[in-house]
């Protein structure tokens, strides 16, 4: 039983180039959350999912876009890069909403 | 949105001393949960509270759900050296009280705890 696992662990982007983080858990669970952790900020949701097929906005979800096709996976999308998204990445999920299990986490830094 | 307000920001402390912080919100919330974050991981709960005056404790932490369902506090007993790192509170809004259902936590800034041998 791995929990959560993310998908890269480190990347450096360029302005403007697009990428895809994964997020995967074999909990069974029905919902997923992808948060964003600066200095100073806490962590800030950014989309979160309450089932399969389910995607919706979070505090801060401009410049991202997310899907779930699986149950299992989040994918959370960078469709143009921006330094501004320089940050660290947490995935998380839950079988009630309230107590989120994280993943690792991916260290994203754009240039 | 929702503001949680966590206290101290930073705590420089003895190995063995007692450790107290604690999380402030603007509204009701139903759930309290504290995390703790160590270098370059993700947050691993905790603690989790459910109804108001609650007291729950995990091995040397103990934490307790406000009376006024607006608070909650977090204390380590006897610290060590592998106490350190970074503790969060977390909440959700009472959805009888204007709150989402979907399961969204507010989180708080957060704590940095250092612990000298």
């Known amino acids: 039983n791995a929990g959560v696992t993310q998908t890269p662990k480190f990347r450096v982007l360029k302005t403007g180039q697009s990428m895809t983080l994964l997020c995967a858990q074999d909990m069974n669970h029905e919902y997923m959350y992808w948060y964003r952790q600066d200095p100073g900020m806490g962590l800030r949701l950014i989309h979160y999912s309450v089932g399969e097929g389910t995607t919706a906005k979070g505090e801060v979800p401009d410049g991202y876009n997310v899907s779930r096709l699986k149950k299992q996976n989040f994918l959370l999308g960078l469709e143009s890069a921006a330094p501004s998204q320089t940050s660290v990445y947490f995935c998380a999920s839950s079988t009630t909403g309230f107590k989120q299990y994280f993943g690792p986490g991916t260290r994203l830094t754009v240039t | 949105g929702q503001q949680l307000n966590q206290s101290p920001q930073s705590m420089f402390i003895q190995e063995g001393e007692d450790v107290s912080m604690n999380c402030t919100s603007s509204?009701?919330?139903?759930?309290w949960l504290w995390y703790k974050q160590d270098p370059g991981e993700g947050p691993v709960l905790l603690i989790a509270?459910?109804?108001?005056?609650e007291l729950t404790s995990n091995g040397r932490l103990t934490a307790q759900f406000g009376i006024t369902r607006k608070d909650s506090f977090l204390n380590i007993s006897a610290s060590i050296p592998s106490d350190v790192g970074i503790y969060f509170c977390a909440g959700h809004p009472d959805p009888n009280a204007g709150g989402t259902s979907y399961g969204k936590l507010t989180f708080g800034q957060g704590t940095i705890l250092t612990v000298h041998p």
């Open positions: 509204s009701i919330f139903n759930t």
């Open positions: 509270l459910y109804k108001a005056g």
